[in-house]
């Protein structure tokens, strides 16, 4: 919509709120070693298989808390079943390591704290979690894709949001950040939340950095 015209709001808003909060703690997220491998080429399949192990676990309990509390206020207008990244993982772990890829990856510590959390997480903490996930999938992951496809062509169900448009999405999903009607203690959970989501989500890629032993 071009009309009508009217200046940048400098009220500050929830996703403007999360964005300026986690700046740092995405940067330290893209400085890991995991992710310039990804980049250059040299990352192992197997170690890249462990980091998708490791989301499979942290998405399923995930989705499943965002199920649990779908009549939220604070969630109920999300599209979460369009966004929803556990069938996909499975499908990409498959094509990478064969239908019994479960036998080839370990459960690693950082998956199973990240789980805890979400798995004790109220409405409101499981925002904060989804929006570092989600909008990760719907913005960075995309260029991601493009260095996943050039060494399992196959694996790239995970950066796939069939019916979806990342990028009007991700444009949307701030949208309906920024309609909630939270009070500022709420806000601040939200807030403080996609601090730690981040952190943890950091701790699975250095995780999945170190020596991963090769599929027997």
Not at 114 to 129: G, I, Q, S
Not at 160 to 172: I, N, S, Y
Request: glycine share 4%.
């Amino acid at each position: 919509m071009l009309h009508p015209v009217s200046l940048p709001s400098t009220v500050p808003t929830l996703s403007v709120d999360l964005r300026d909060a986690t700046r740092e703690a995405h940067r330290a997220a893209e400085r890991c070693r995991f992710l310039r491998r990804l980049l250059r080429g040299d990352l192992p399949v197997r170690n890249y298989a462990a980091y998708l192990a490791a989301l499979l676990r942290v998405y399923t309990a995930l989705e499943a808390g965002l199920a649990g509390h779908h009549g939220h206020p604070a969630l109920a207008r999300f599209p979460w079943s369009a966004l929803r990244r556990s069938d996909a993982l499975a499908h990409d772990l498959a094509a990478l390591l064969g239908r019994d890829w479960h036998l080839h990856v370990e459960r690693d510590r950082s998956a199973s704290a990240y789980v805890a959390r979400l798995t004790a997480a109220d409405p409101l903490r499981l925002l904060a979690h989804a929006y570092v996930r989600y909008l990760g999938d719907l913005s960075g992951g995309q260029l991601l894709r493009e260095h996943v496809a050039r060494f399992a062509p196959d694996a790239v169900a995970f950066y796939t949001f069939d019916g979806l448009d990342p990028a009007a999405e991700r444009f949307v999903f701030r949208a309906r950040l920024d309609e909630l009607e939270l009070g500022p203690r709420e806000e601040a959970a939200v807030v403080e939340e996609a601090v730690v989501a981040f952190e943890m989500n950091t701790a699975l890629l250095v995780a999945a950095d170190t020596d991963v032993p090769a599929p027997s």
